[in-house]
């Protein structure tokens, strides 16, 4: 027989889990949304960092299209290719920066949210 303590299992001895226990599992599981939300932070300033230079490499392949008369519309394309990378980084970058401030089980602002 499985004995409870407020409704929670017994660990494999049978005894209830101690309340440390339980304080030390809610730190690492605060503890891990921290750092899940600091890399995610990350991420998008990398991210951020990469459309910066996507838009760096499409001001260099404009400005060899005007000195480049058989290759310009190659270039032109190039530059256009790398100005659809450079946004999509930065949408990407954006959704990086809202998943680290929502909540680690969803936004309690959210009519369906648990808490």
Not at 71 to 80: M, S, V
Request: aromatic fraction near 6%.
């Amino acid at each position: 027989m499985v004995y409870t303590y407020g409704g929670f299992p017994g660990g494999p001895d049978g005894q209830p889990f101690a309340a440390d226990e339980a304080l030390r599992a809610i730190q690492r599981a605060e503890r891990a949304g921290r750092d899940a939300r600091a890399s995610q932070r990350s991420a998008a300033k990398s991210l951020d960092d990469s459309a910066d230079s996507h838009e760096r490499t499409a001001k260099v392949y404009d400005e060899a299209a005007k000195h480049a008369e058989p290759r310009k519309a190659e270039y032109r394309e190039h530059a256009a290719r790398h100005r659809e990378f450079a946004q999509e980084d930065r949408l990407m970058a954006e959704r990086m920066r809202q998943m680290a401030e929502i909540h680690p089980i969803g936004d309690p602002a959210m009519p369906w949210h648990p808490l």
